[in-house]
């Protein structure tokens, strides 16, 4: 705990089974809670999605991969892309 906020530390692999978990686990206010990725080495697309939406909910993303943050950056753009789509 952290100033009021709940820390997390994740590490190696994120996959789509990790997932579901981390949503069953985070089922609250996301502006009280900090990931700390300084040690995710892999992340697939559904853990990319999870954490952009995180993001987008108000949880802070610390230590985030660079590439993890510039695919989270794409798949924003694909989204928005989709949503003007239609």
Excluded at 8 to 21: C, P, R
Excluded at 24 to 44: H, M, P
Aim: aromatic fraction near 8%.
């Amino acid at each position: 705990m952290r100033q009021g906020f709940a820390v997390f530390t994740l590490s190696g692999h994120i996959k789509a089974e990790e997932v579901a978990e981390l949503k069953a686990l985070f089922d609250s206010d996301y502006r009280t809670i900090v990931l700390d990725l300084r040690d995710v080495r892999l992340a697939d697309r559904d853990a990319v999605k999870f954490l952009r939406d995180c993001e987008a909910h108000g949880m802070k993303l610390e230590n985030c991969p660079a590439y993890v943050r510039e695919w989270m950056e794409r798949e924003k753009e694909r989204r928005n892309v989709s949503q003007s789509d239609n």
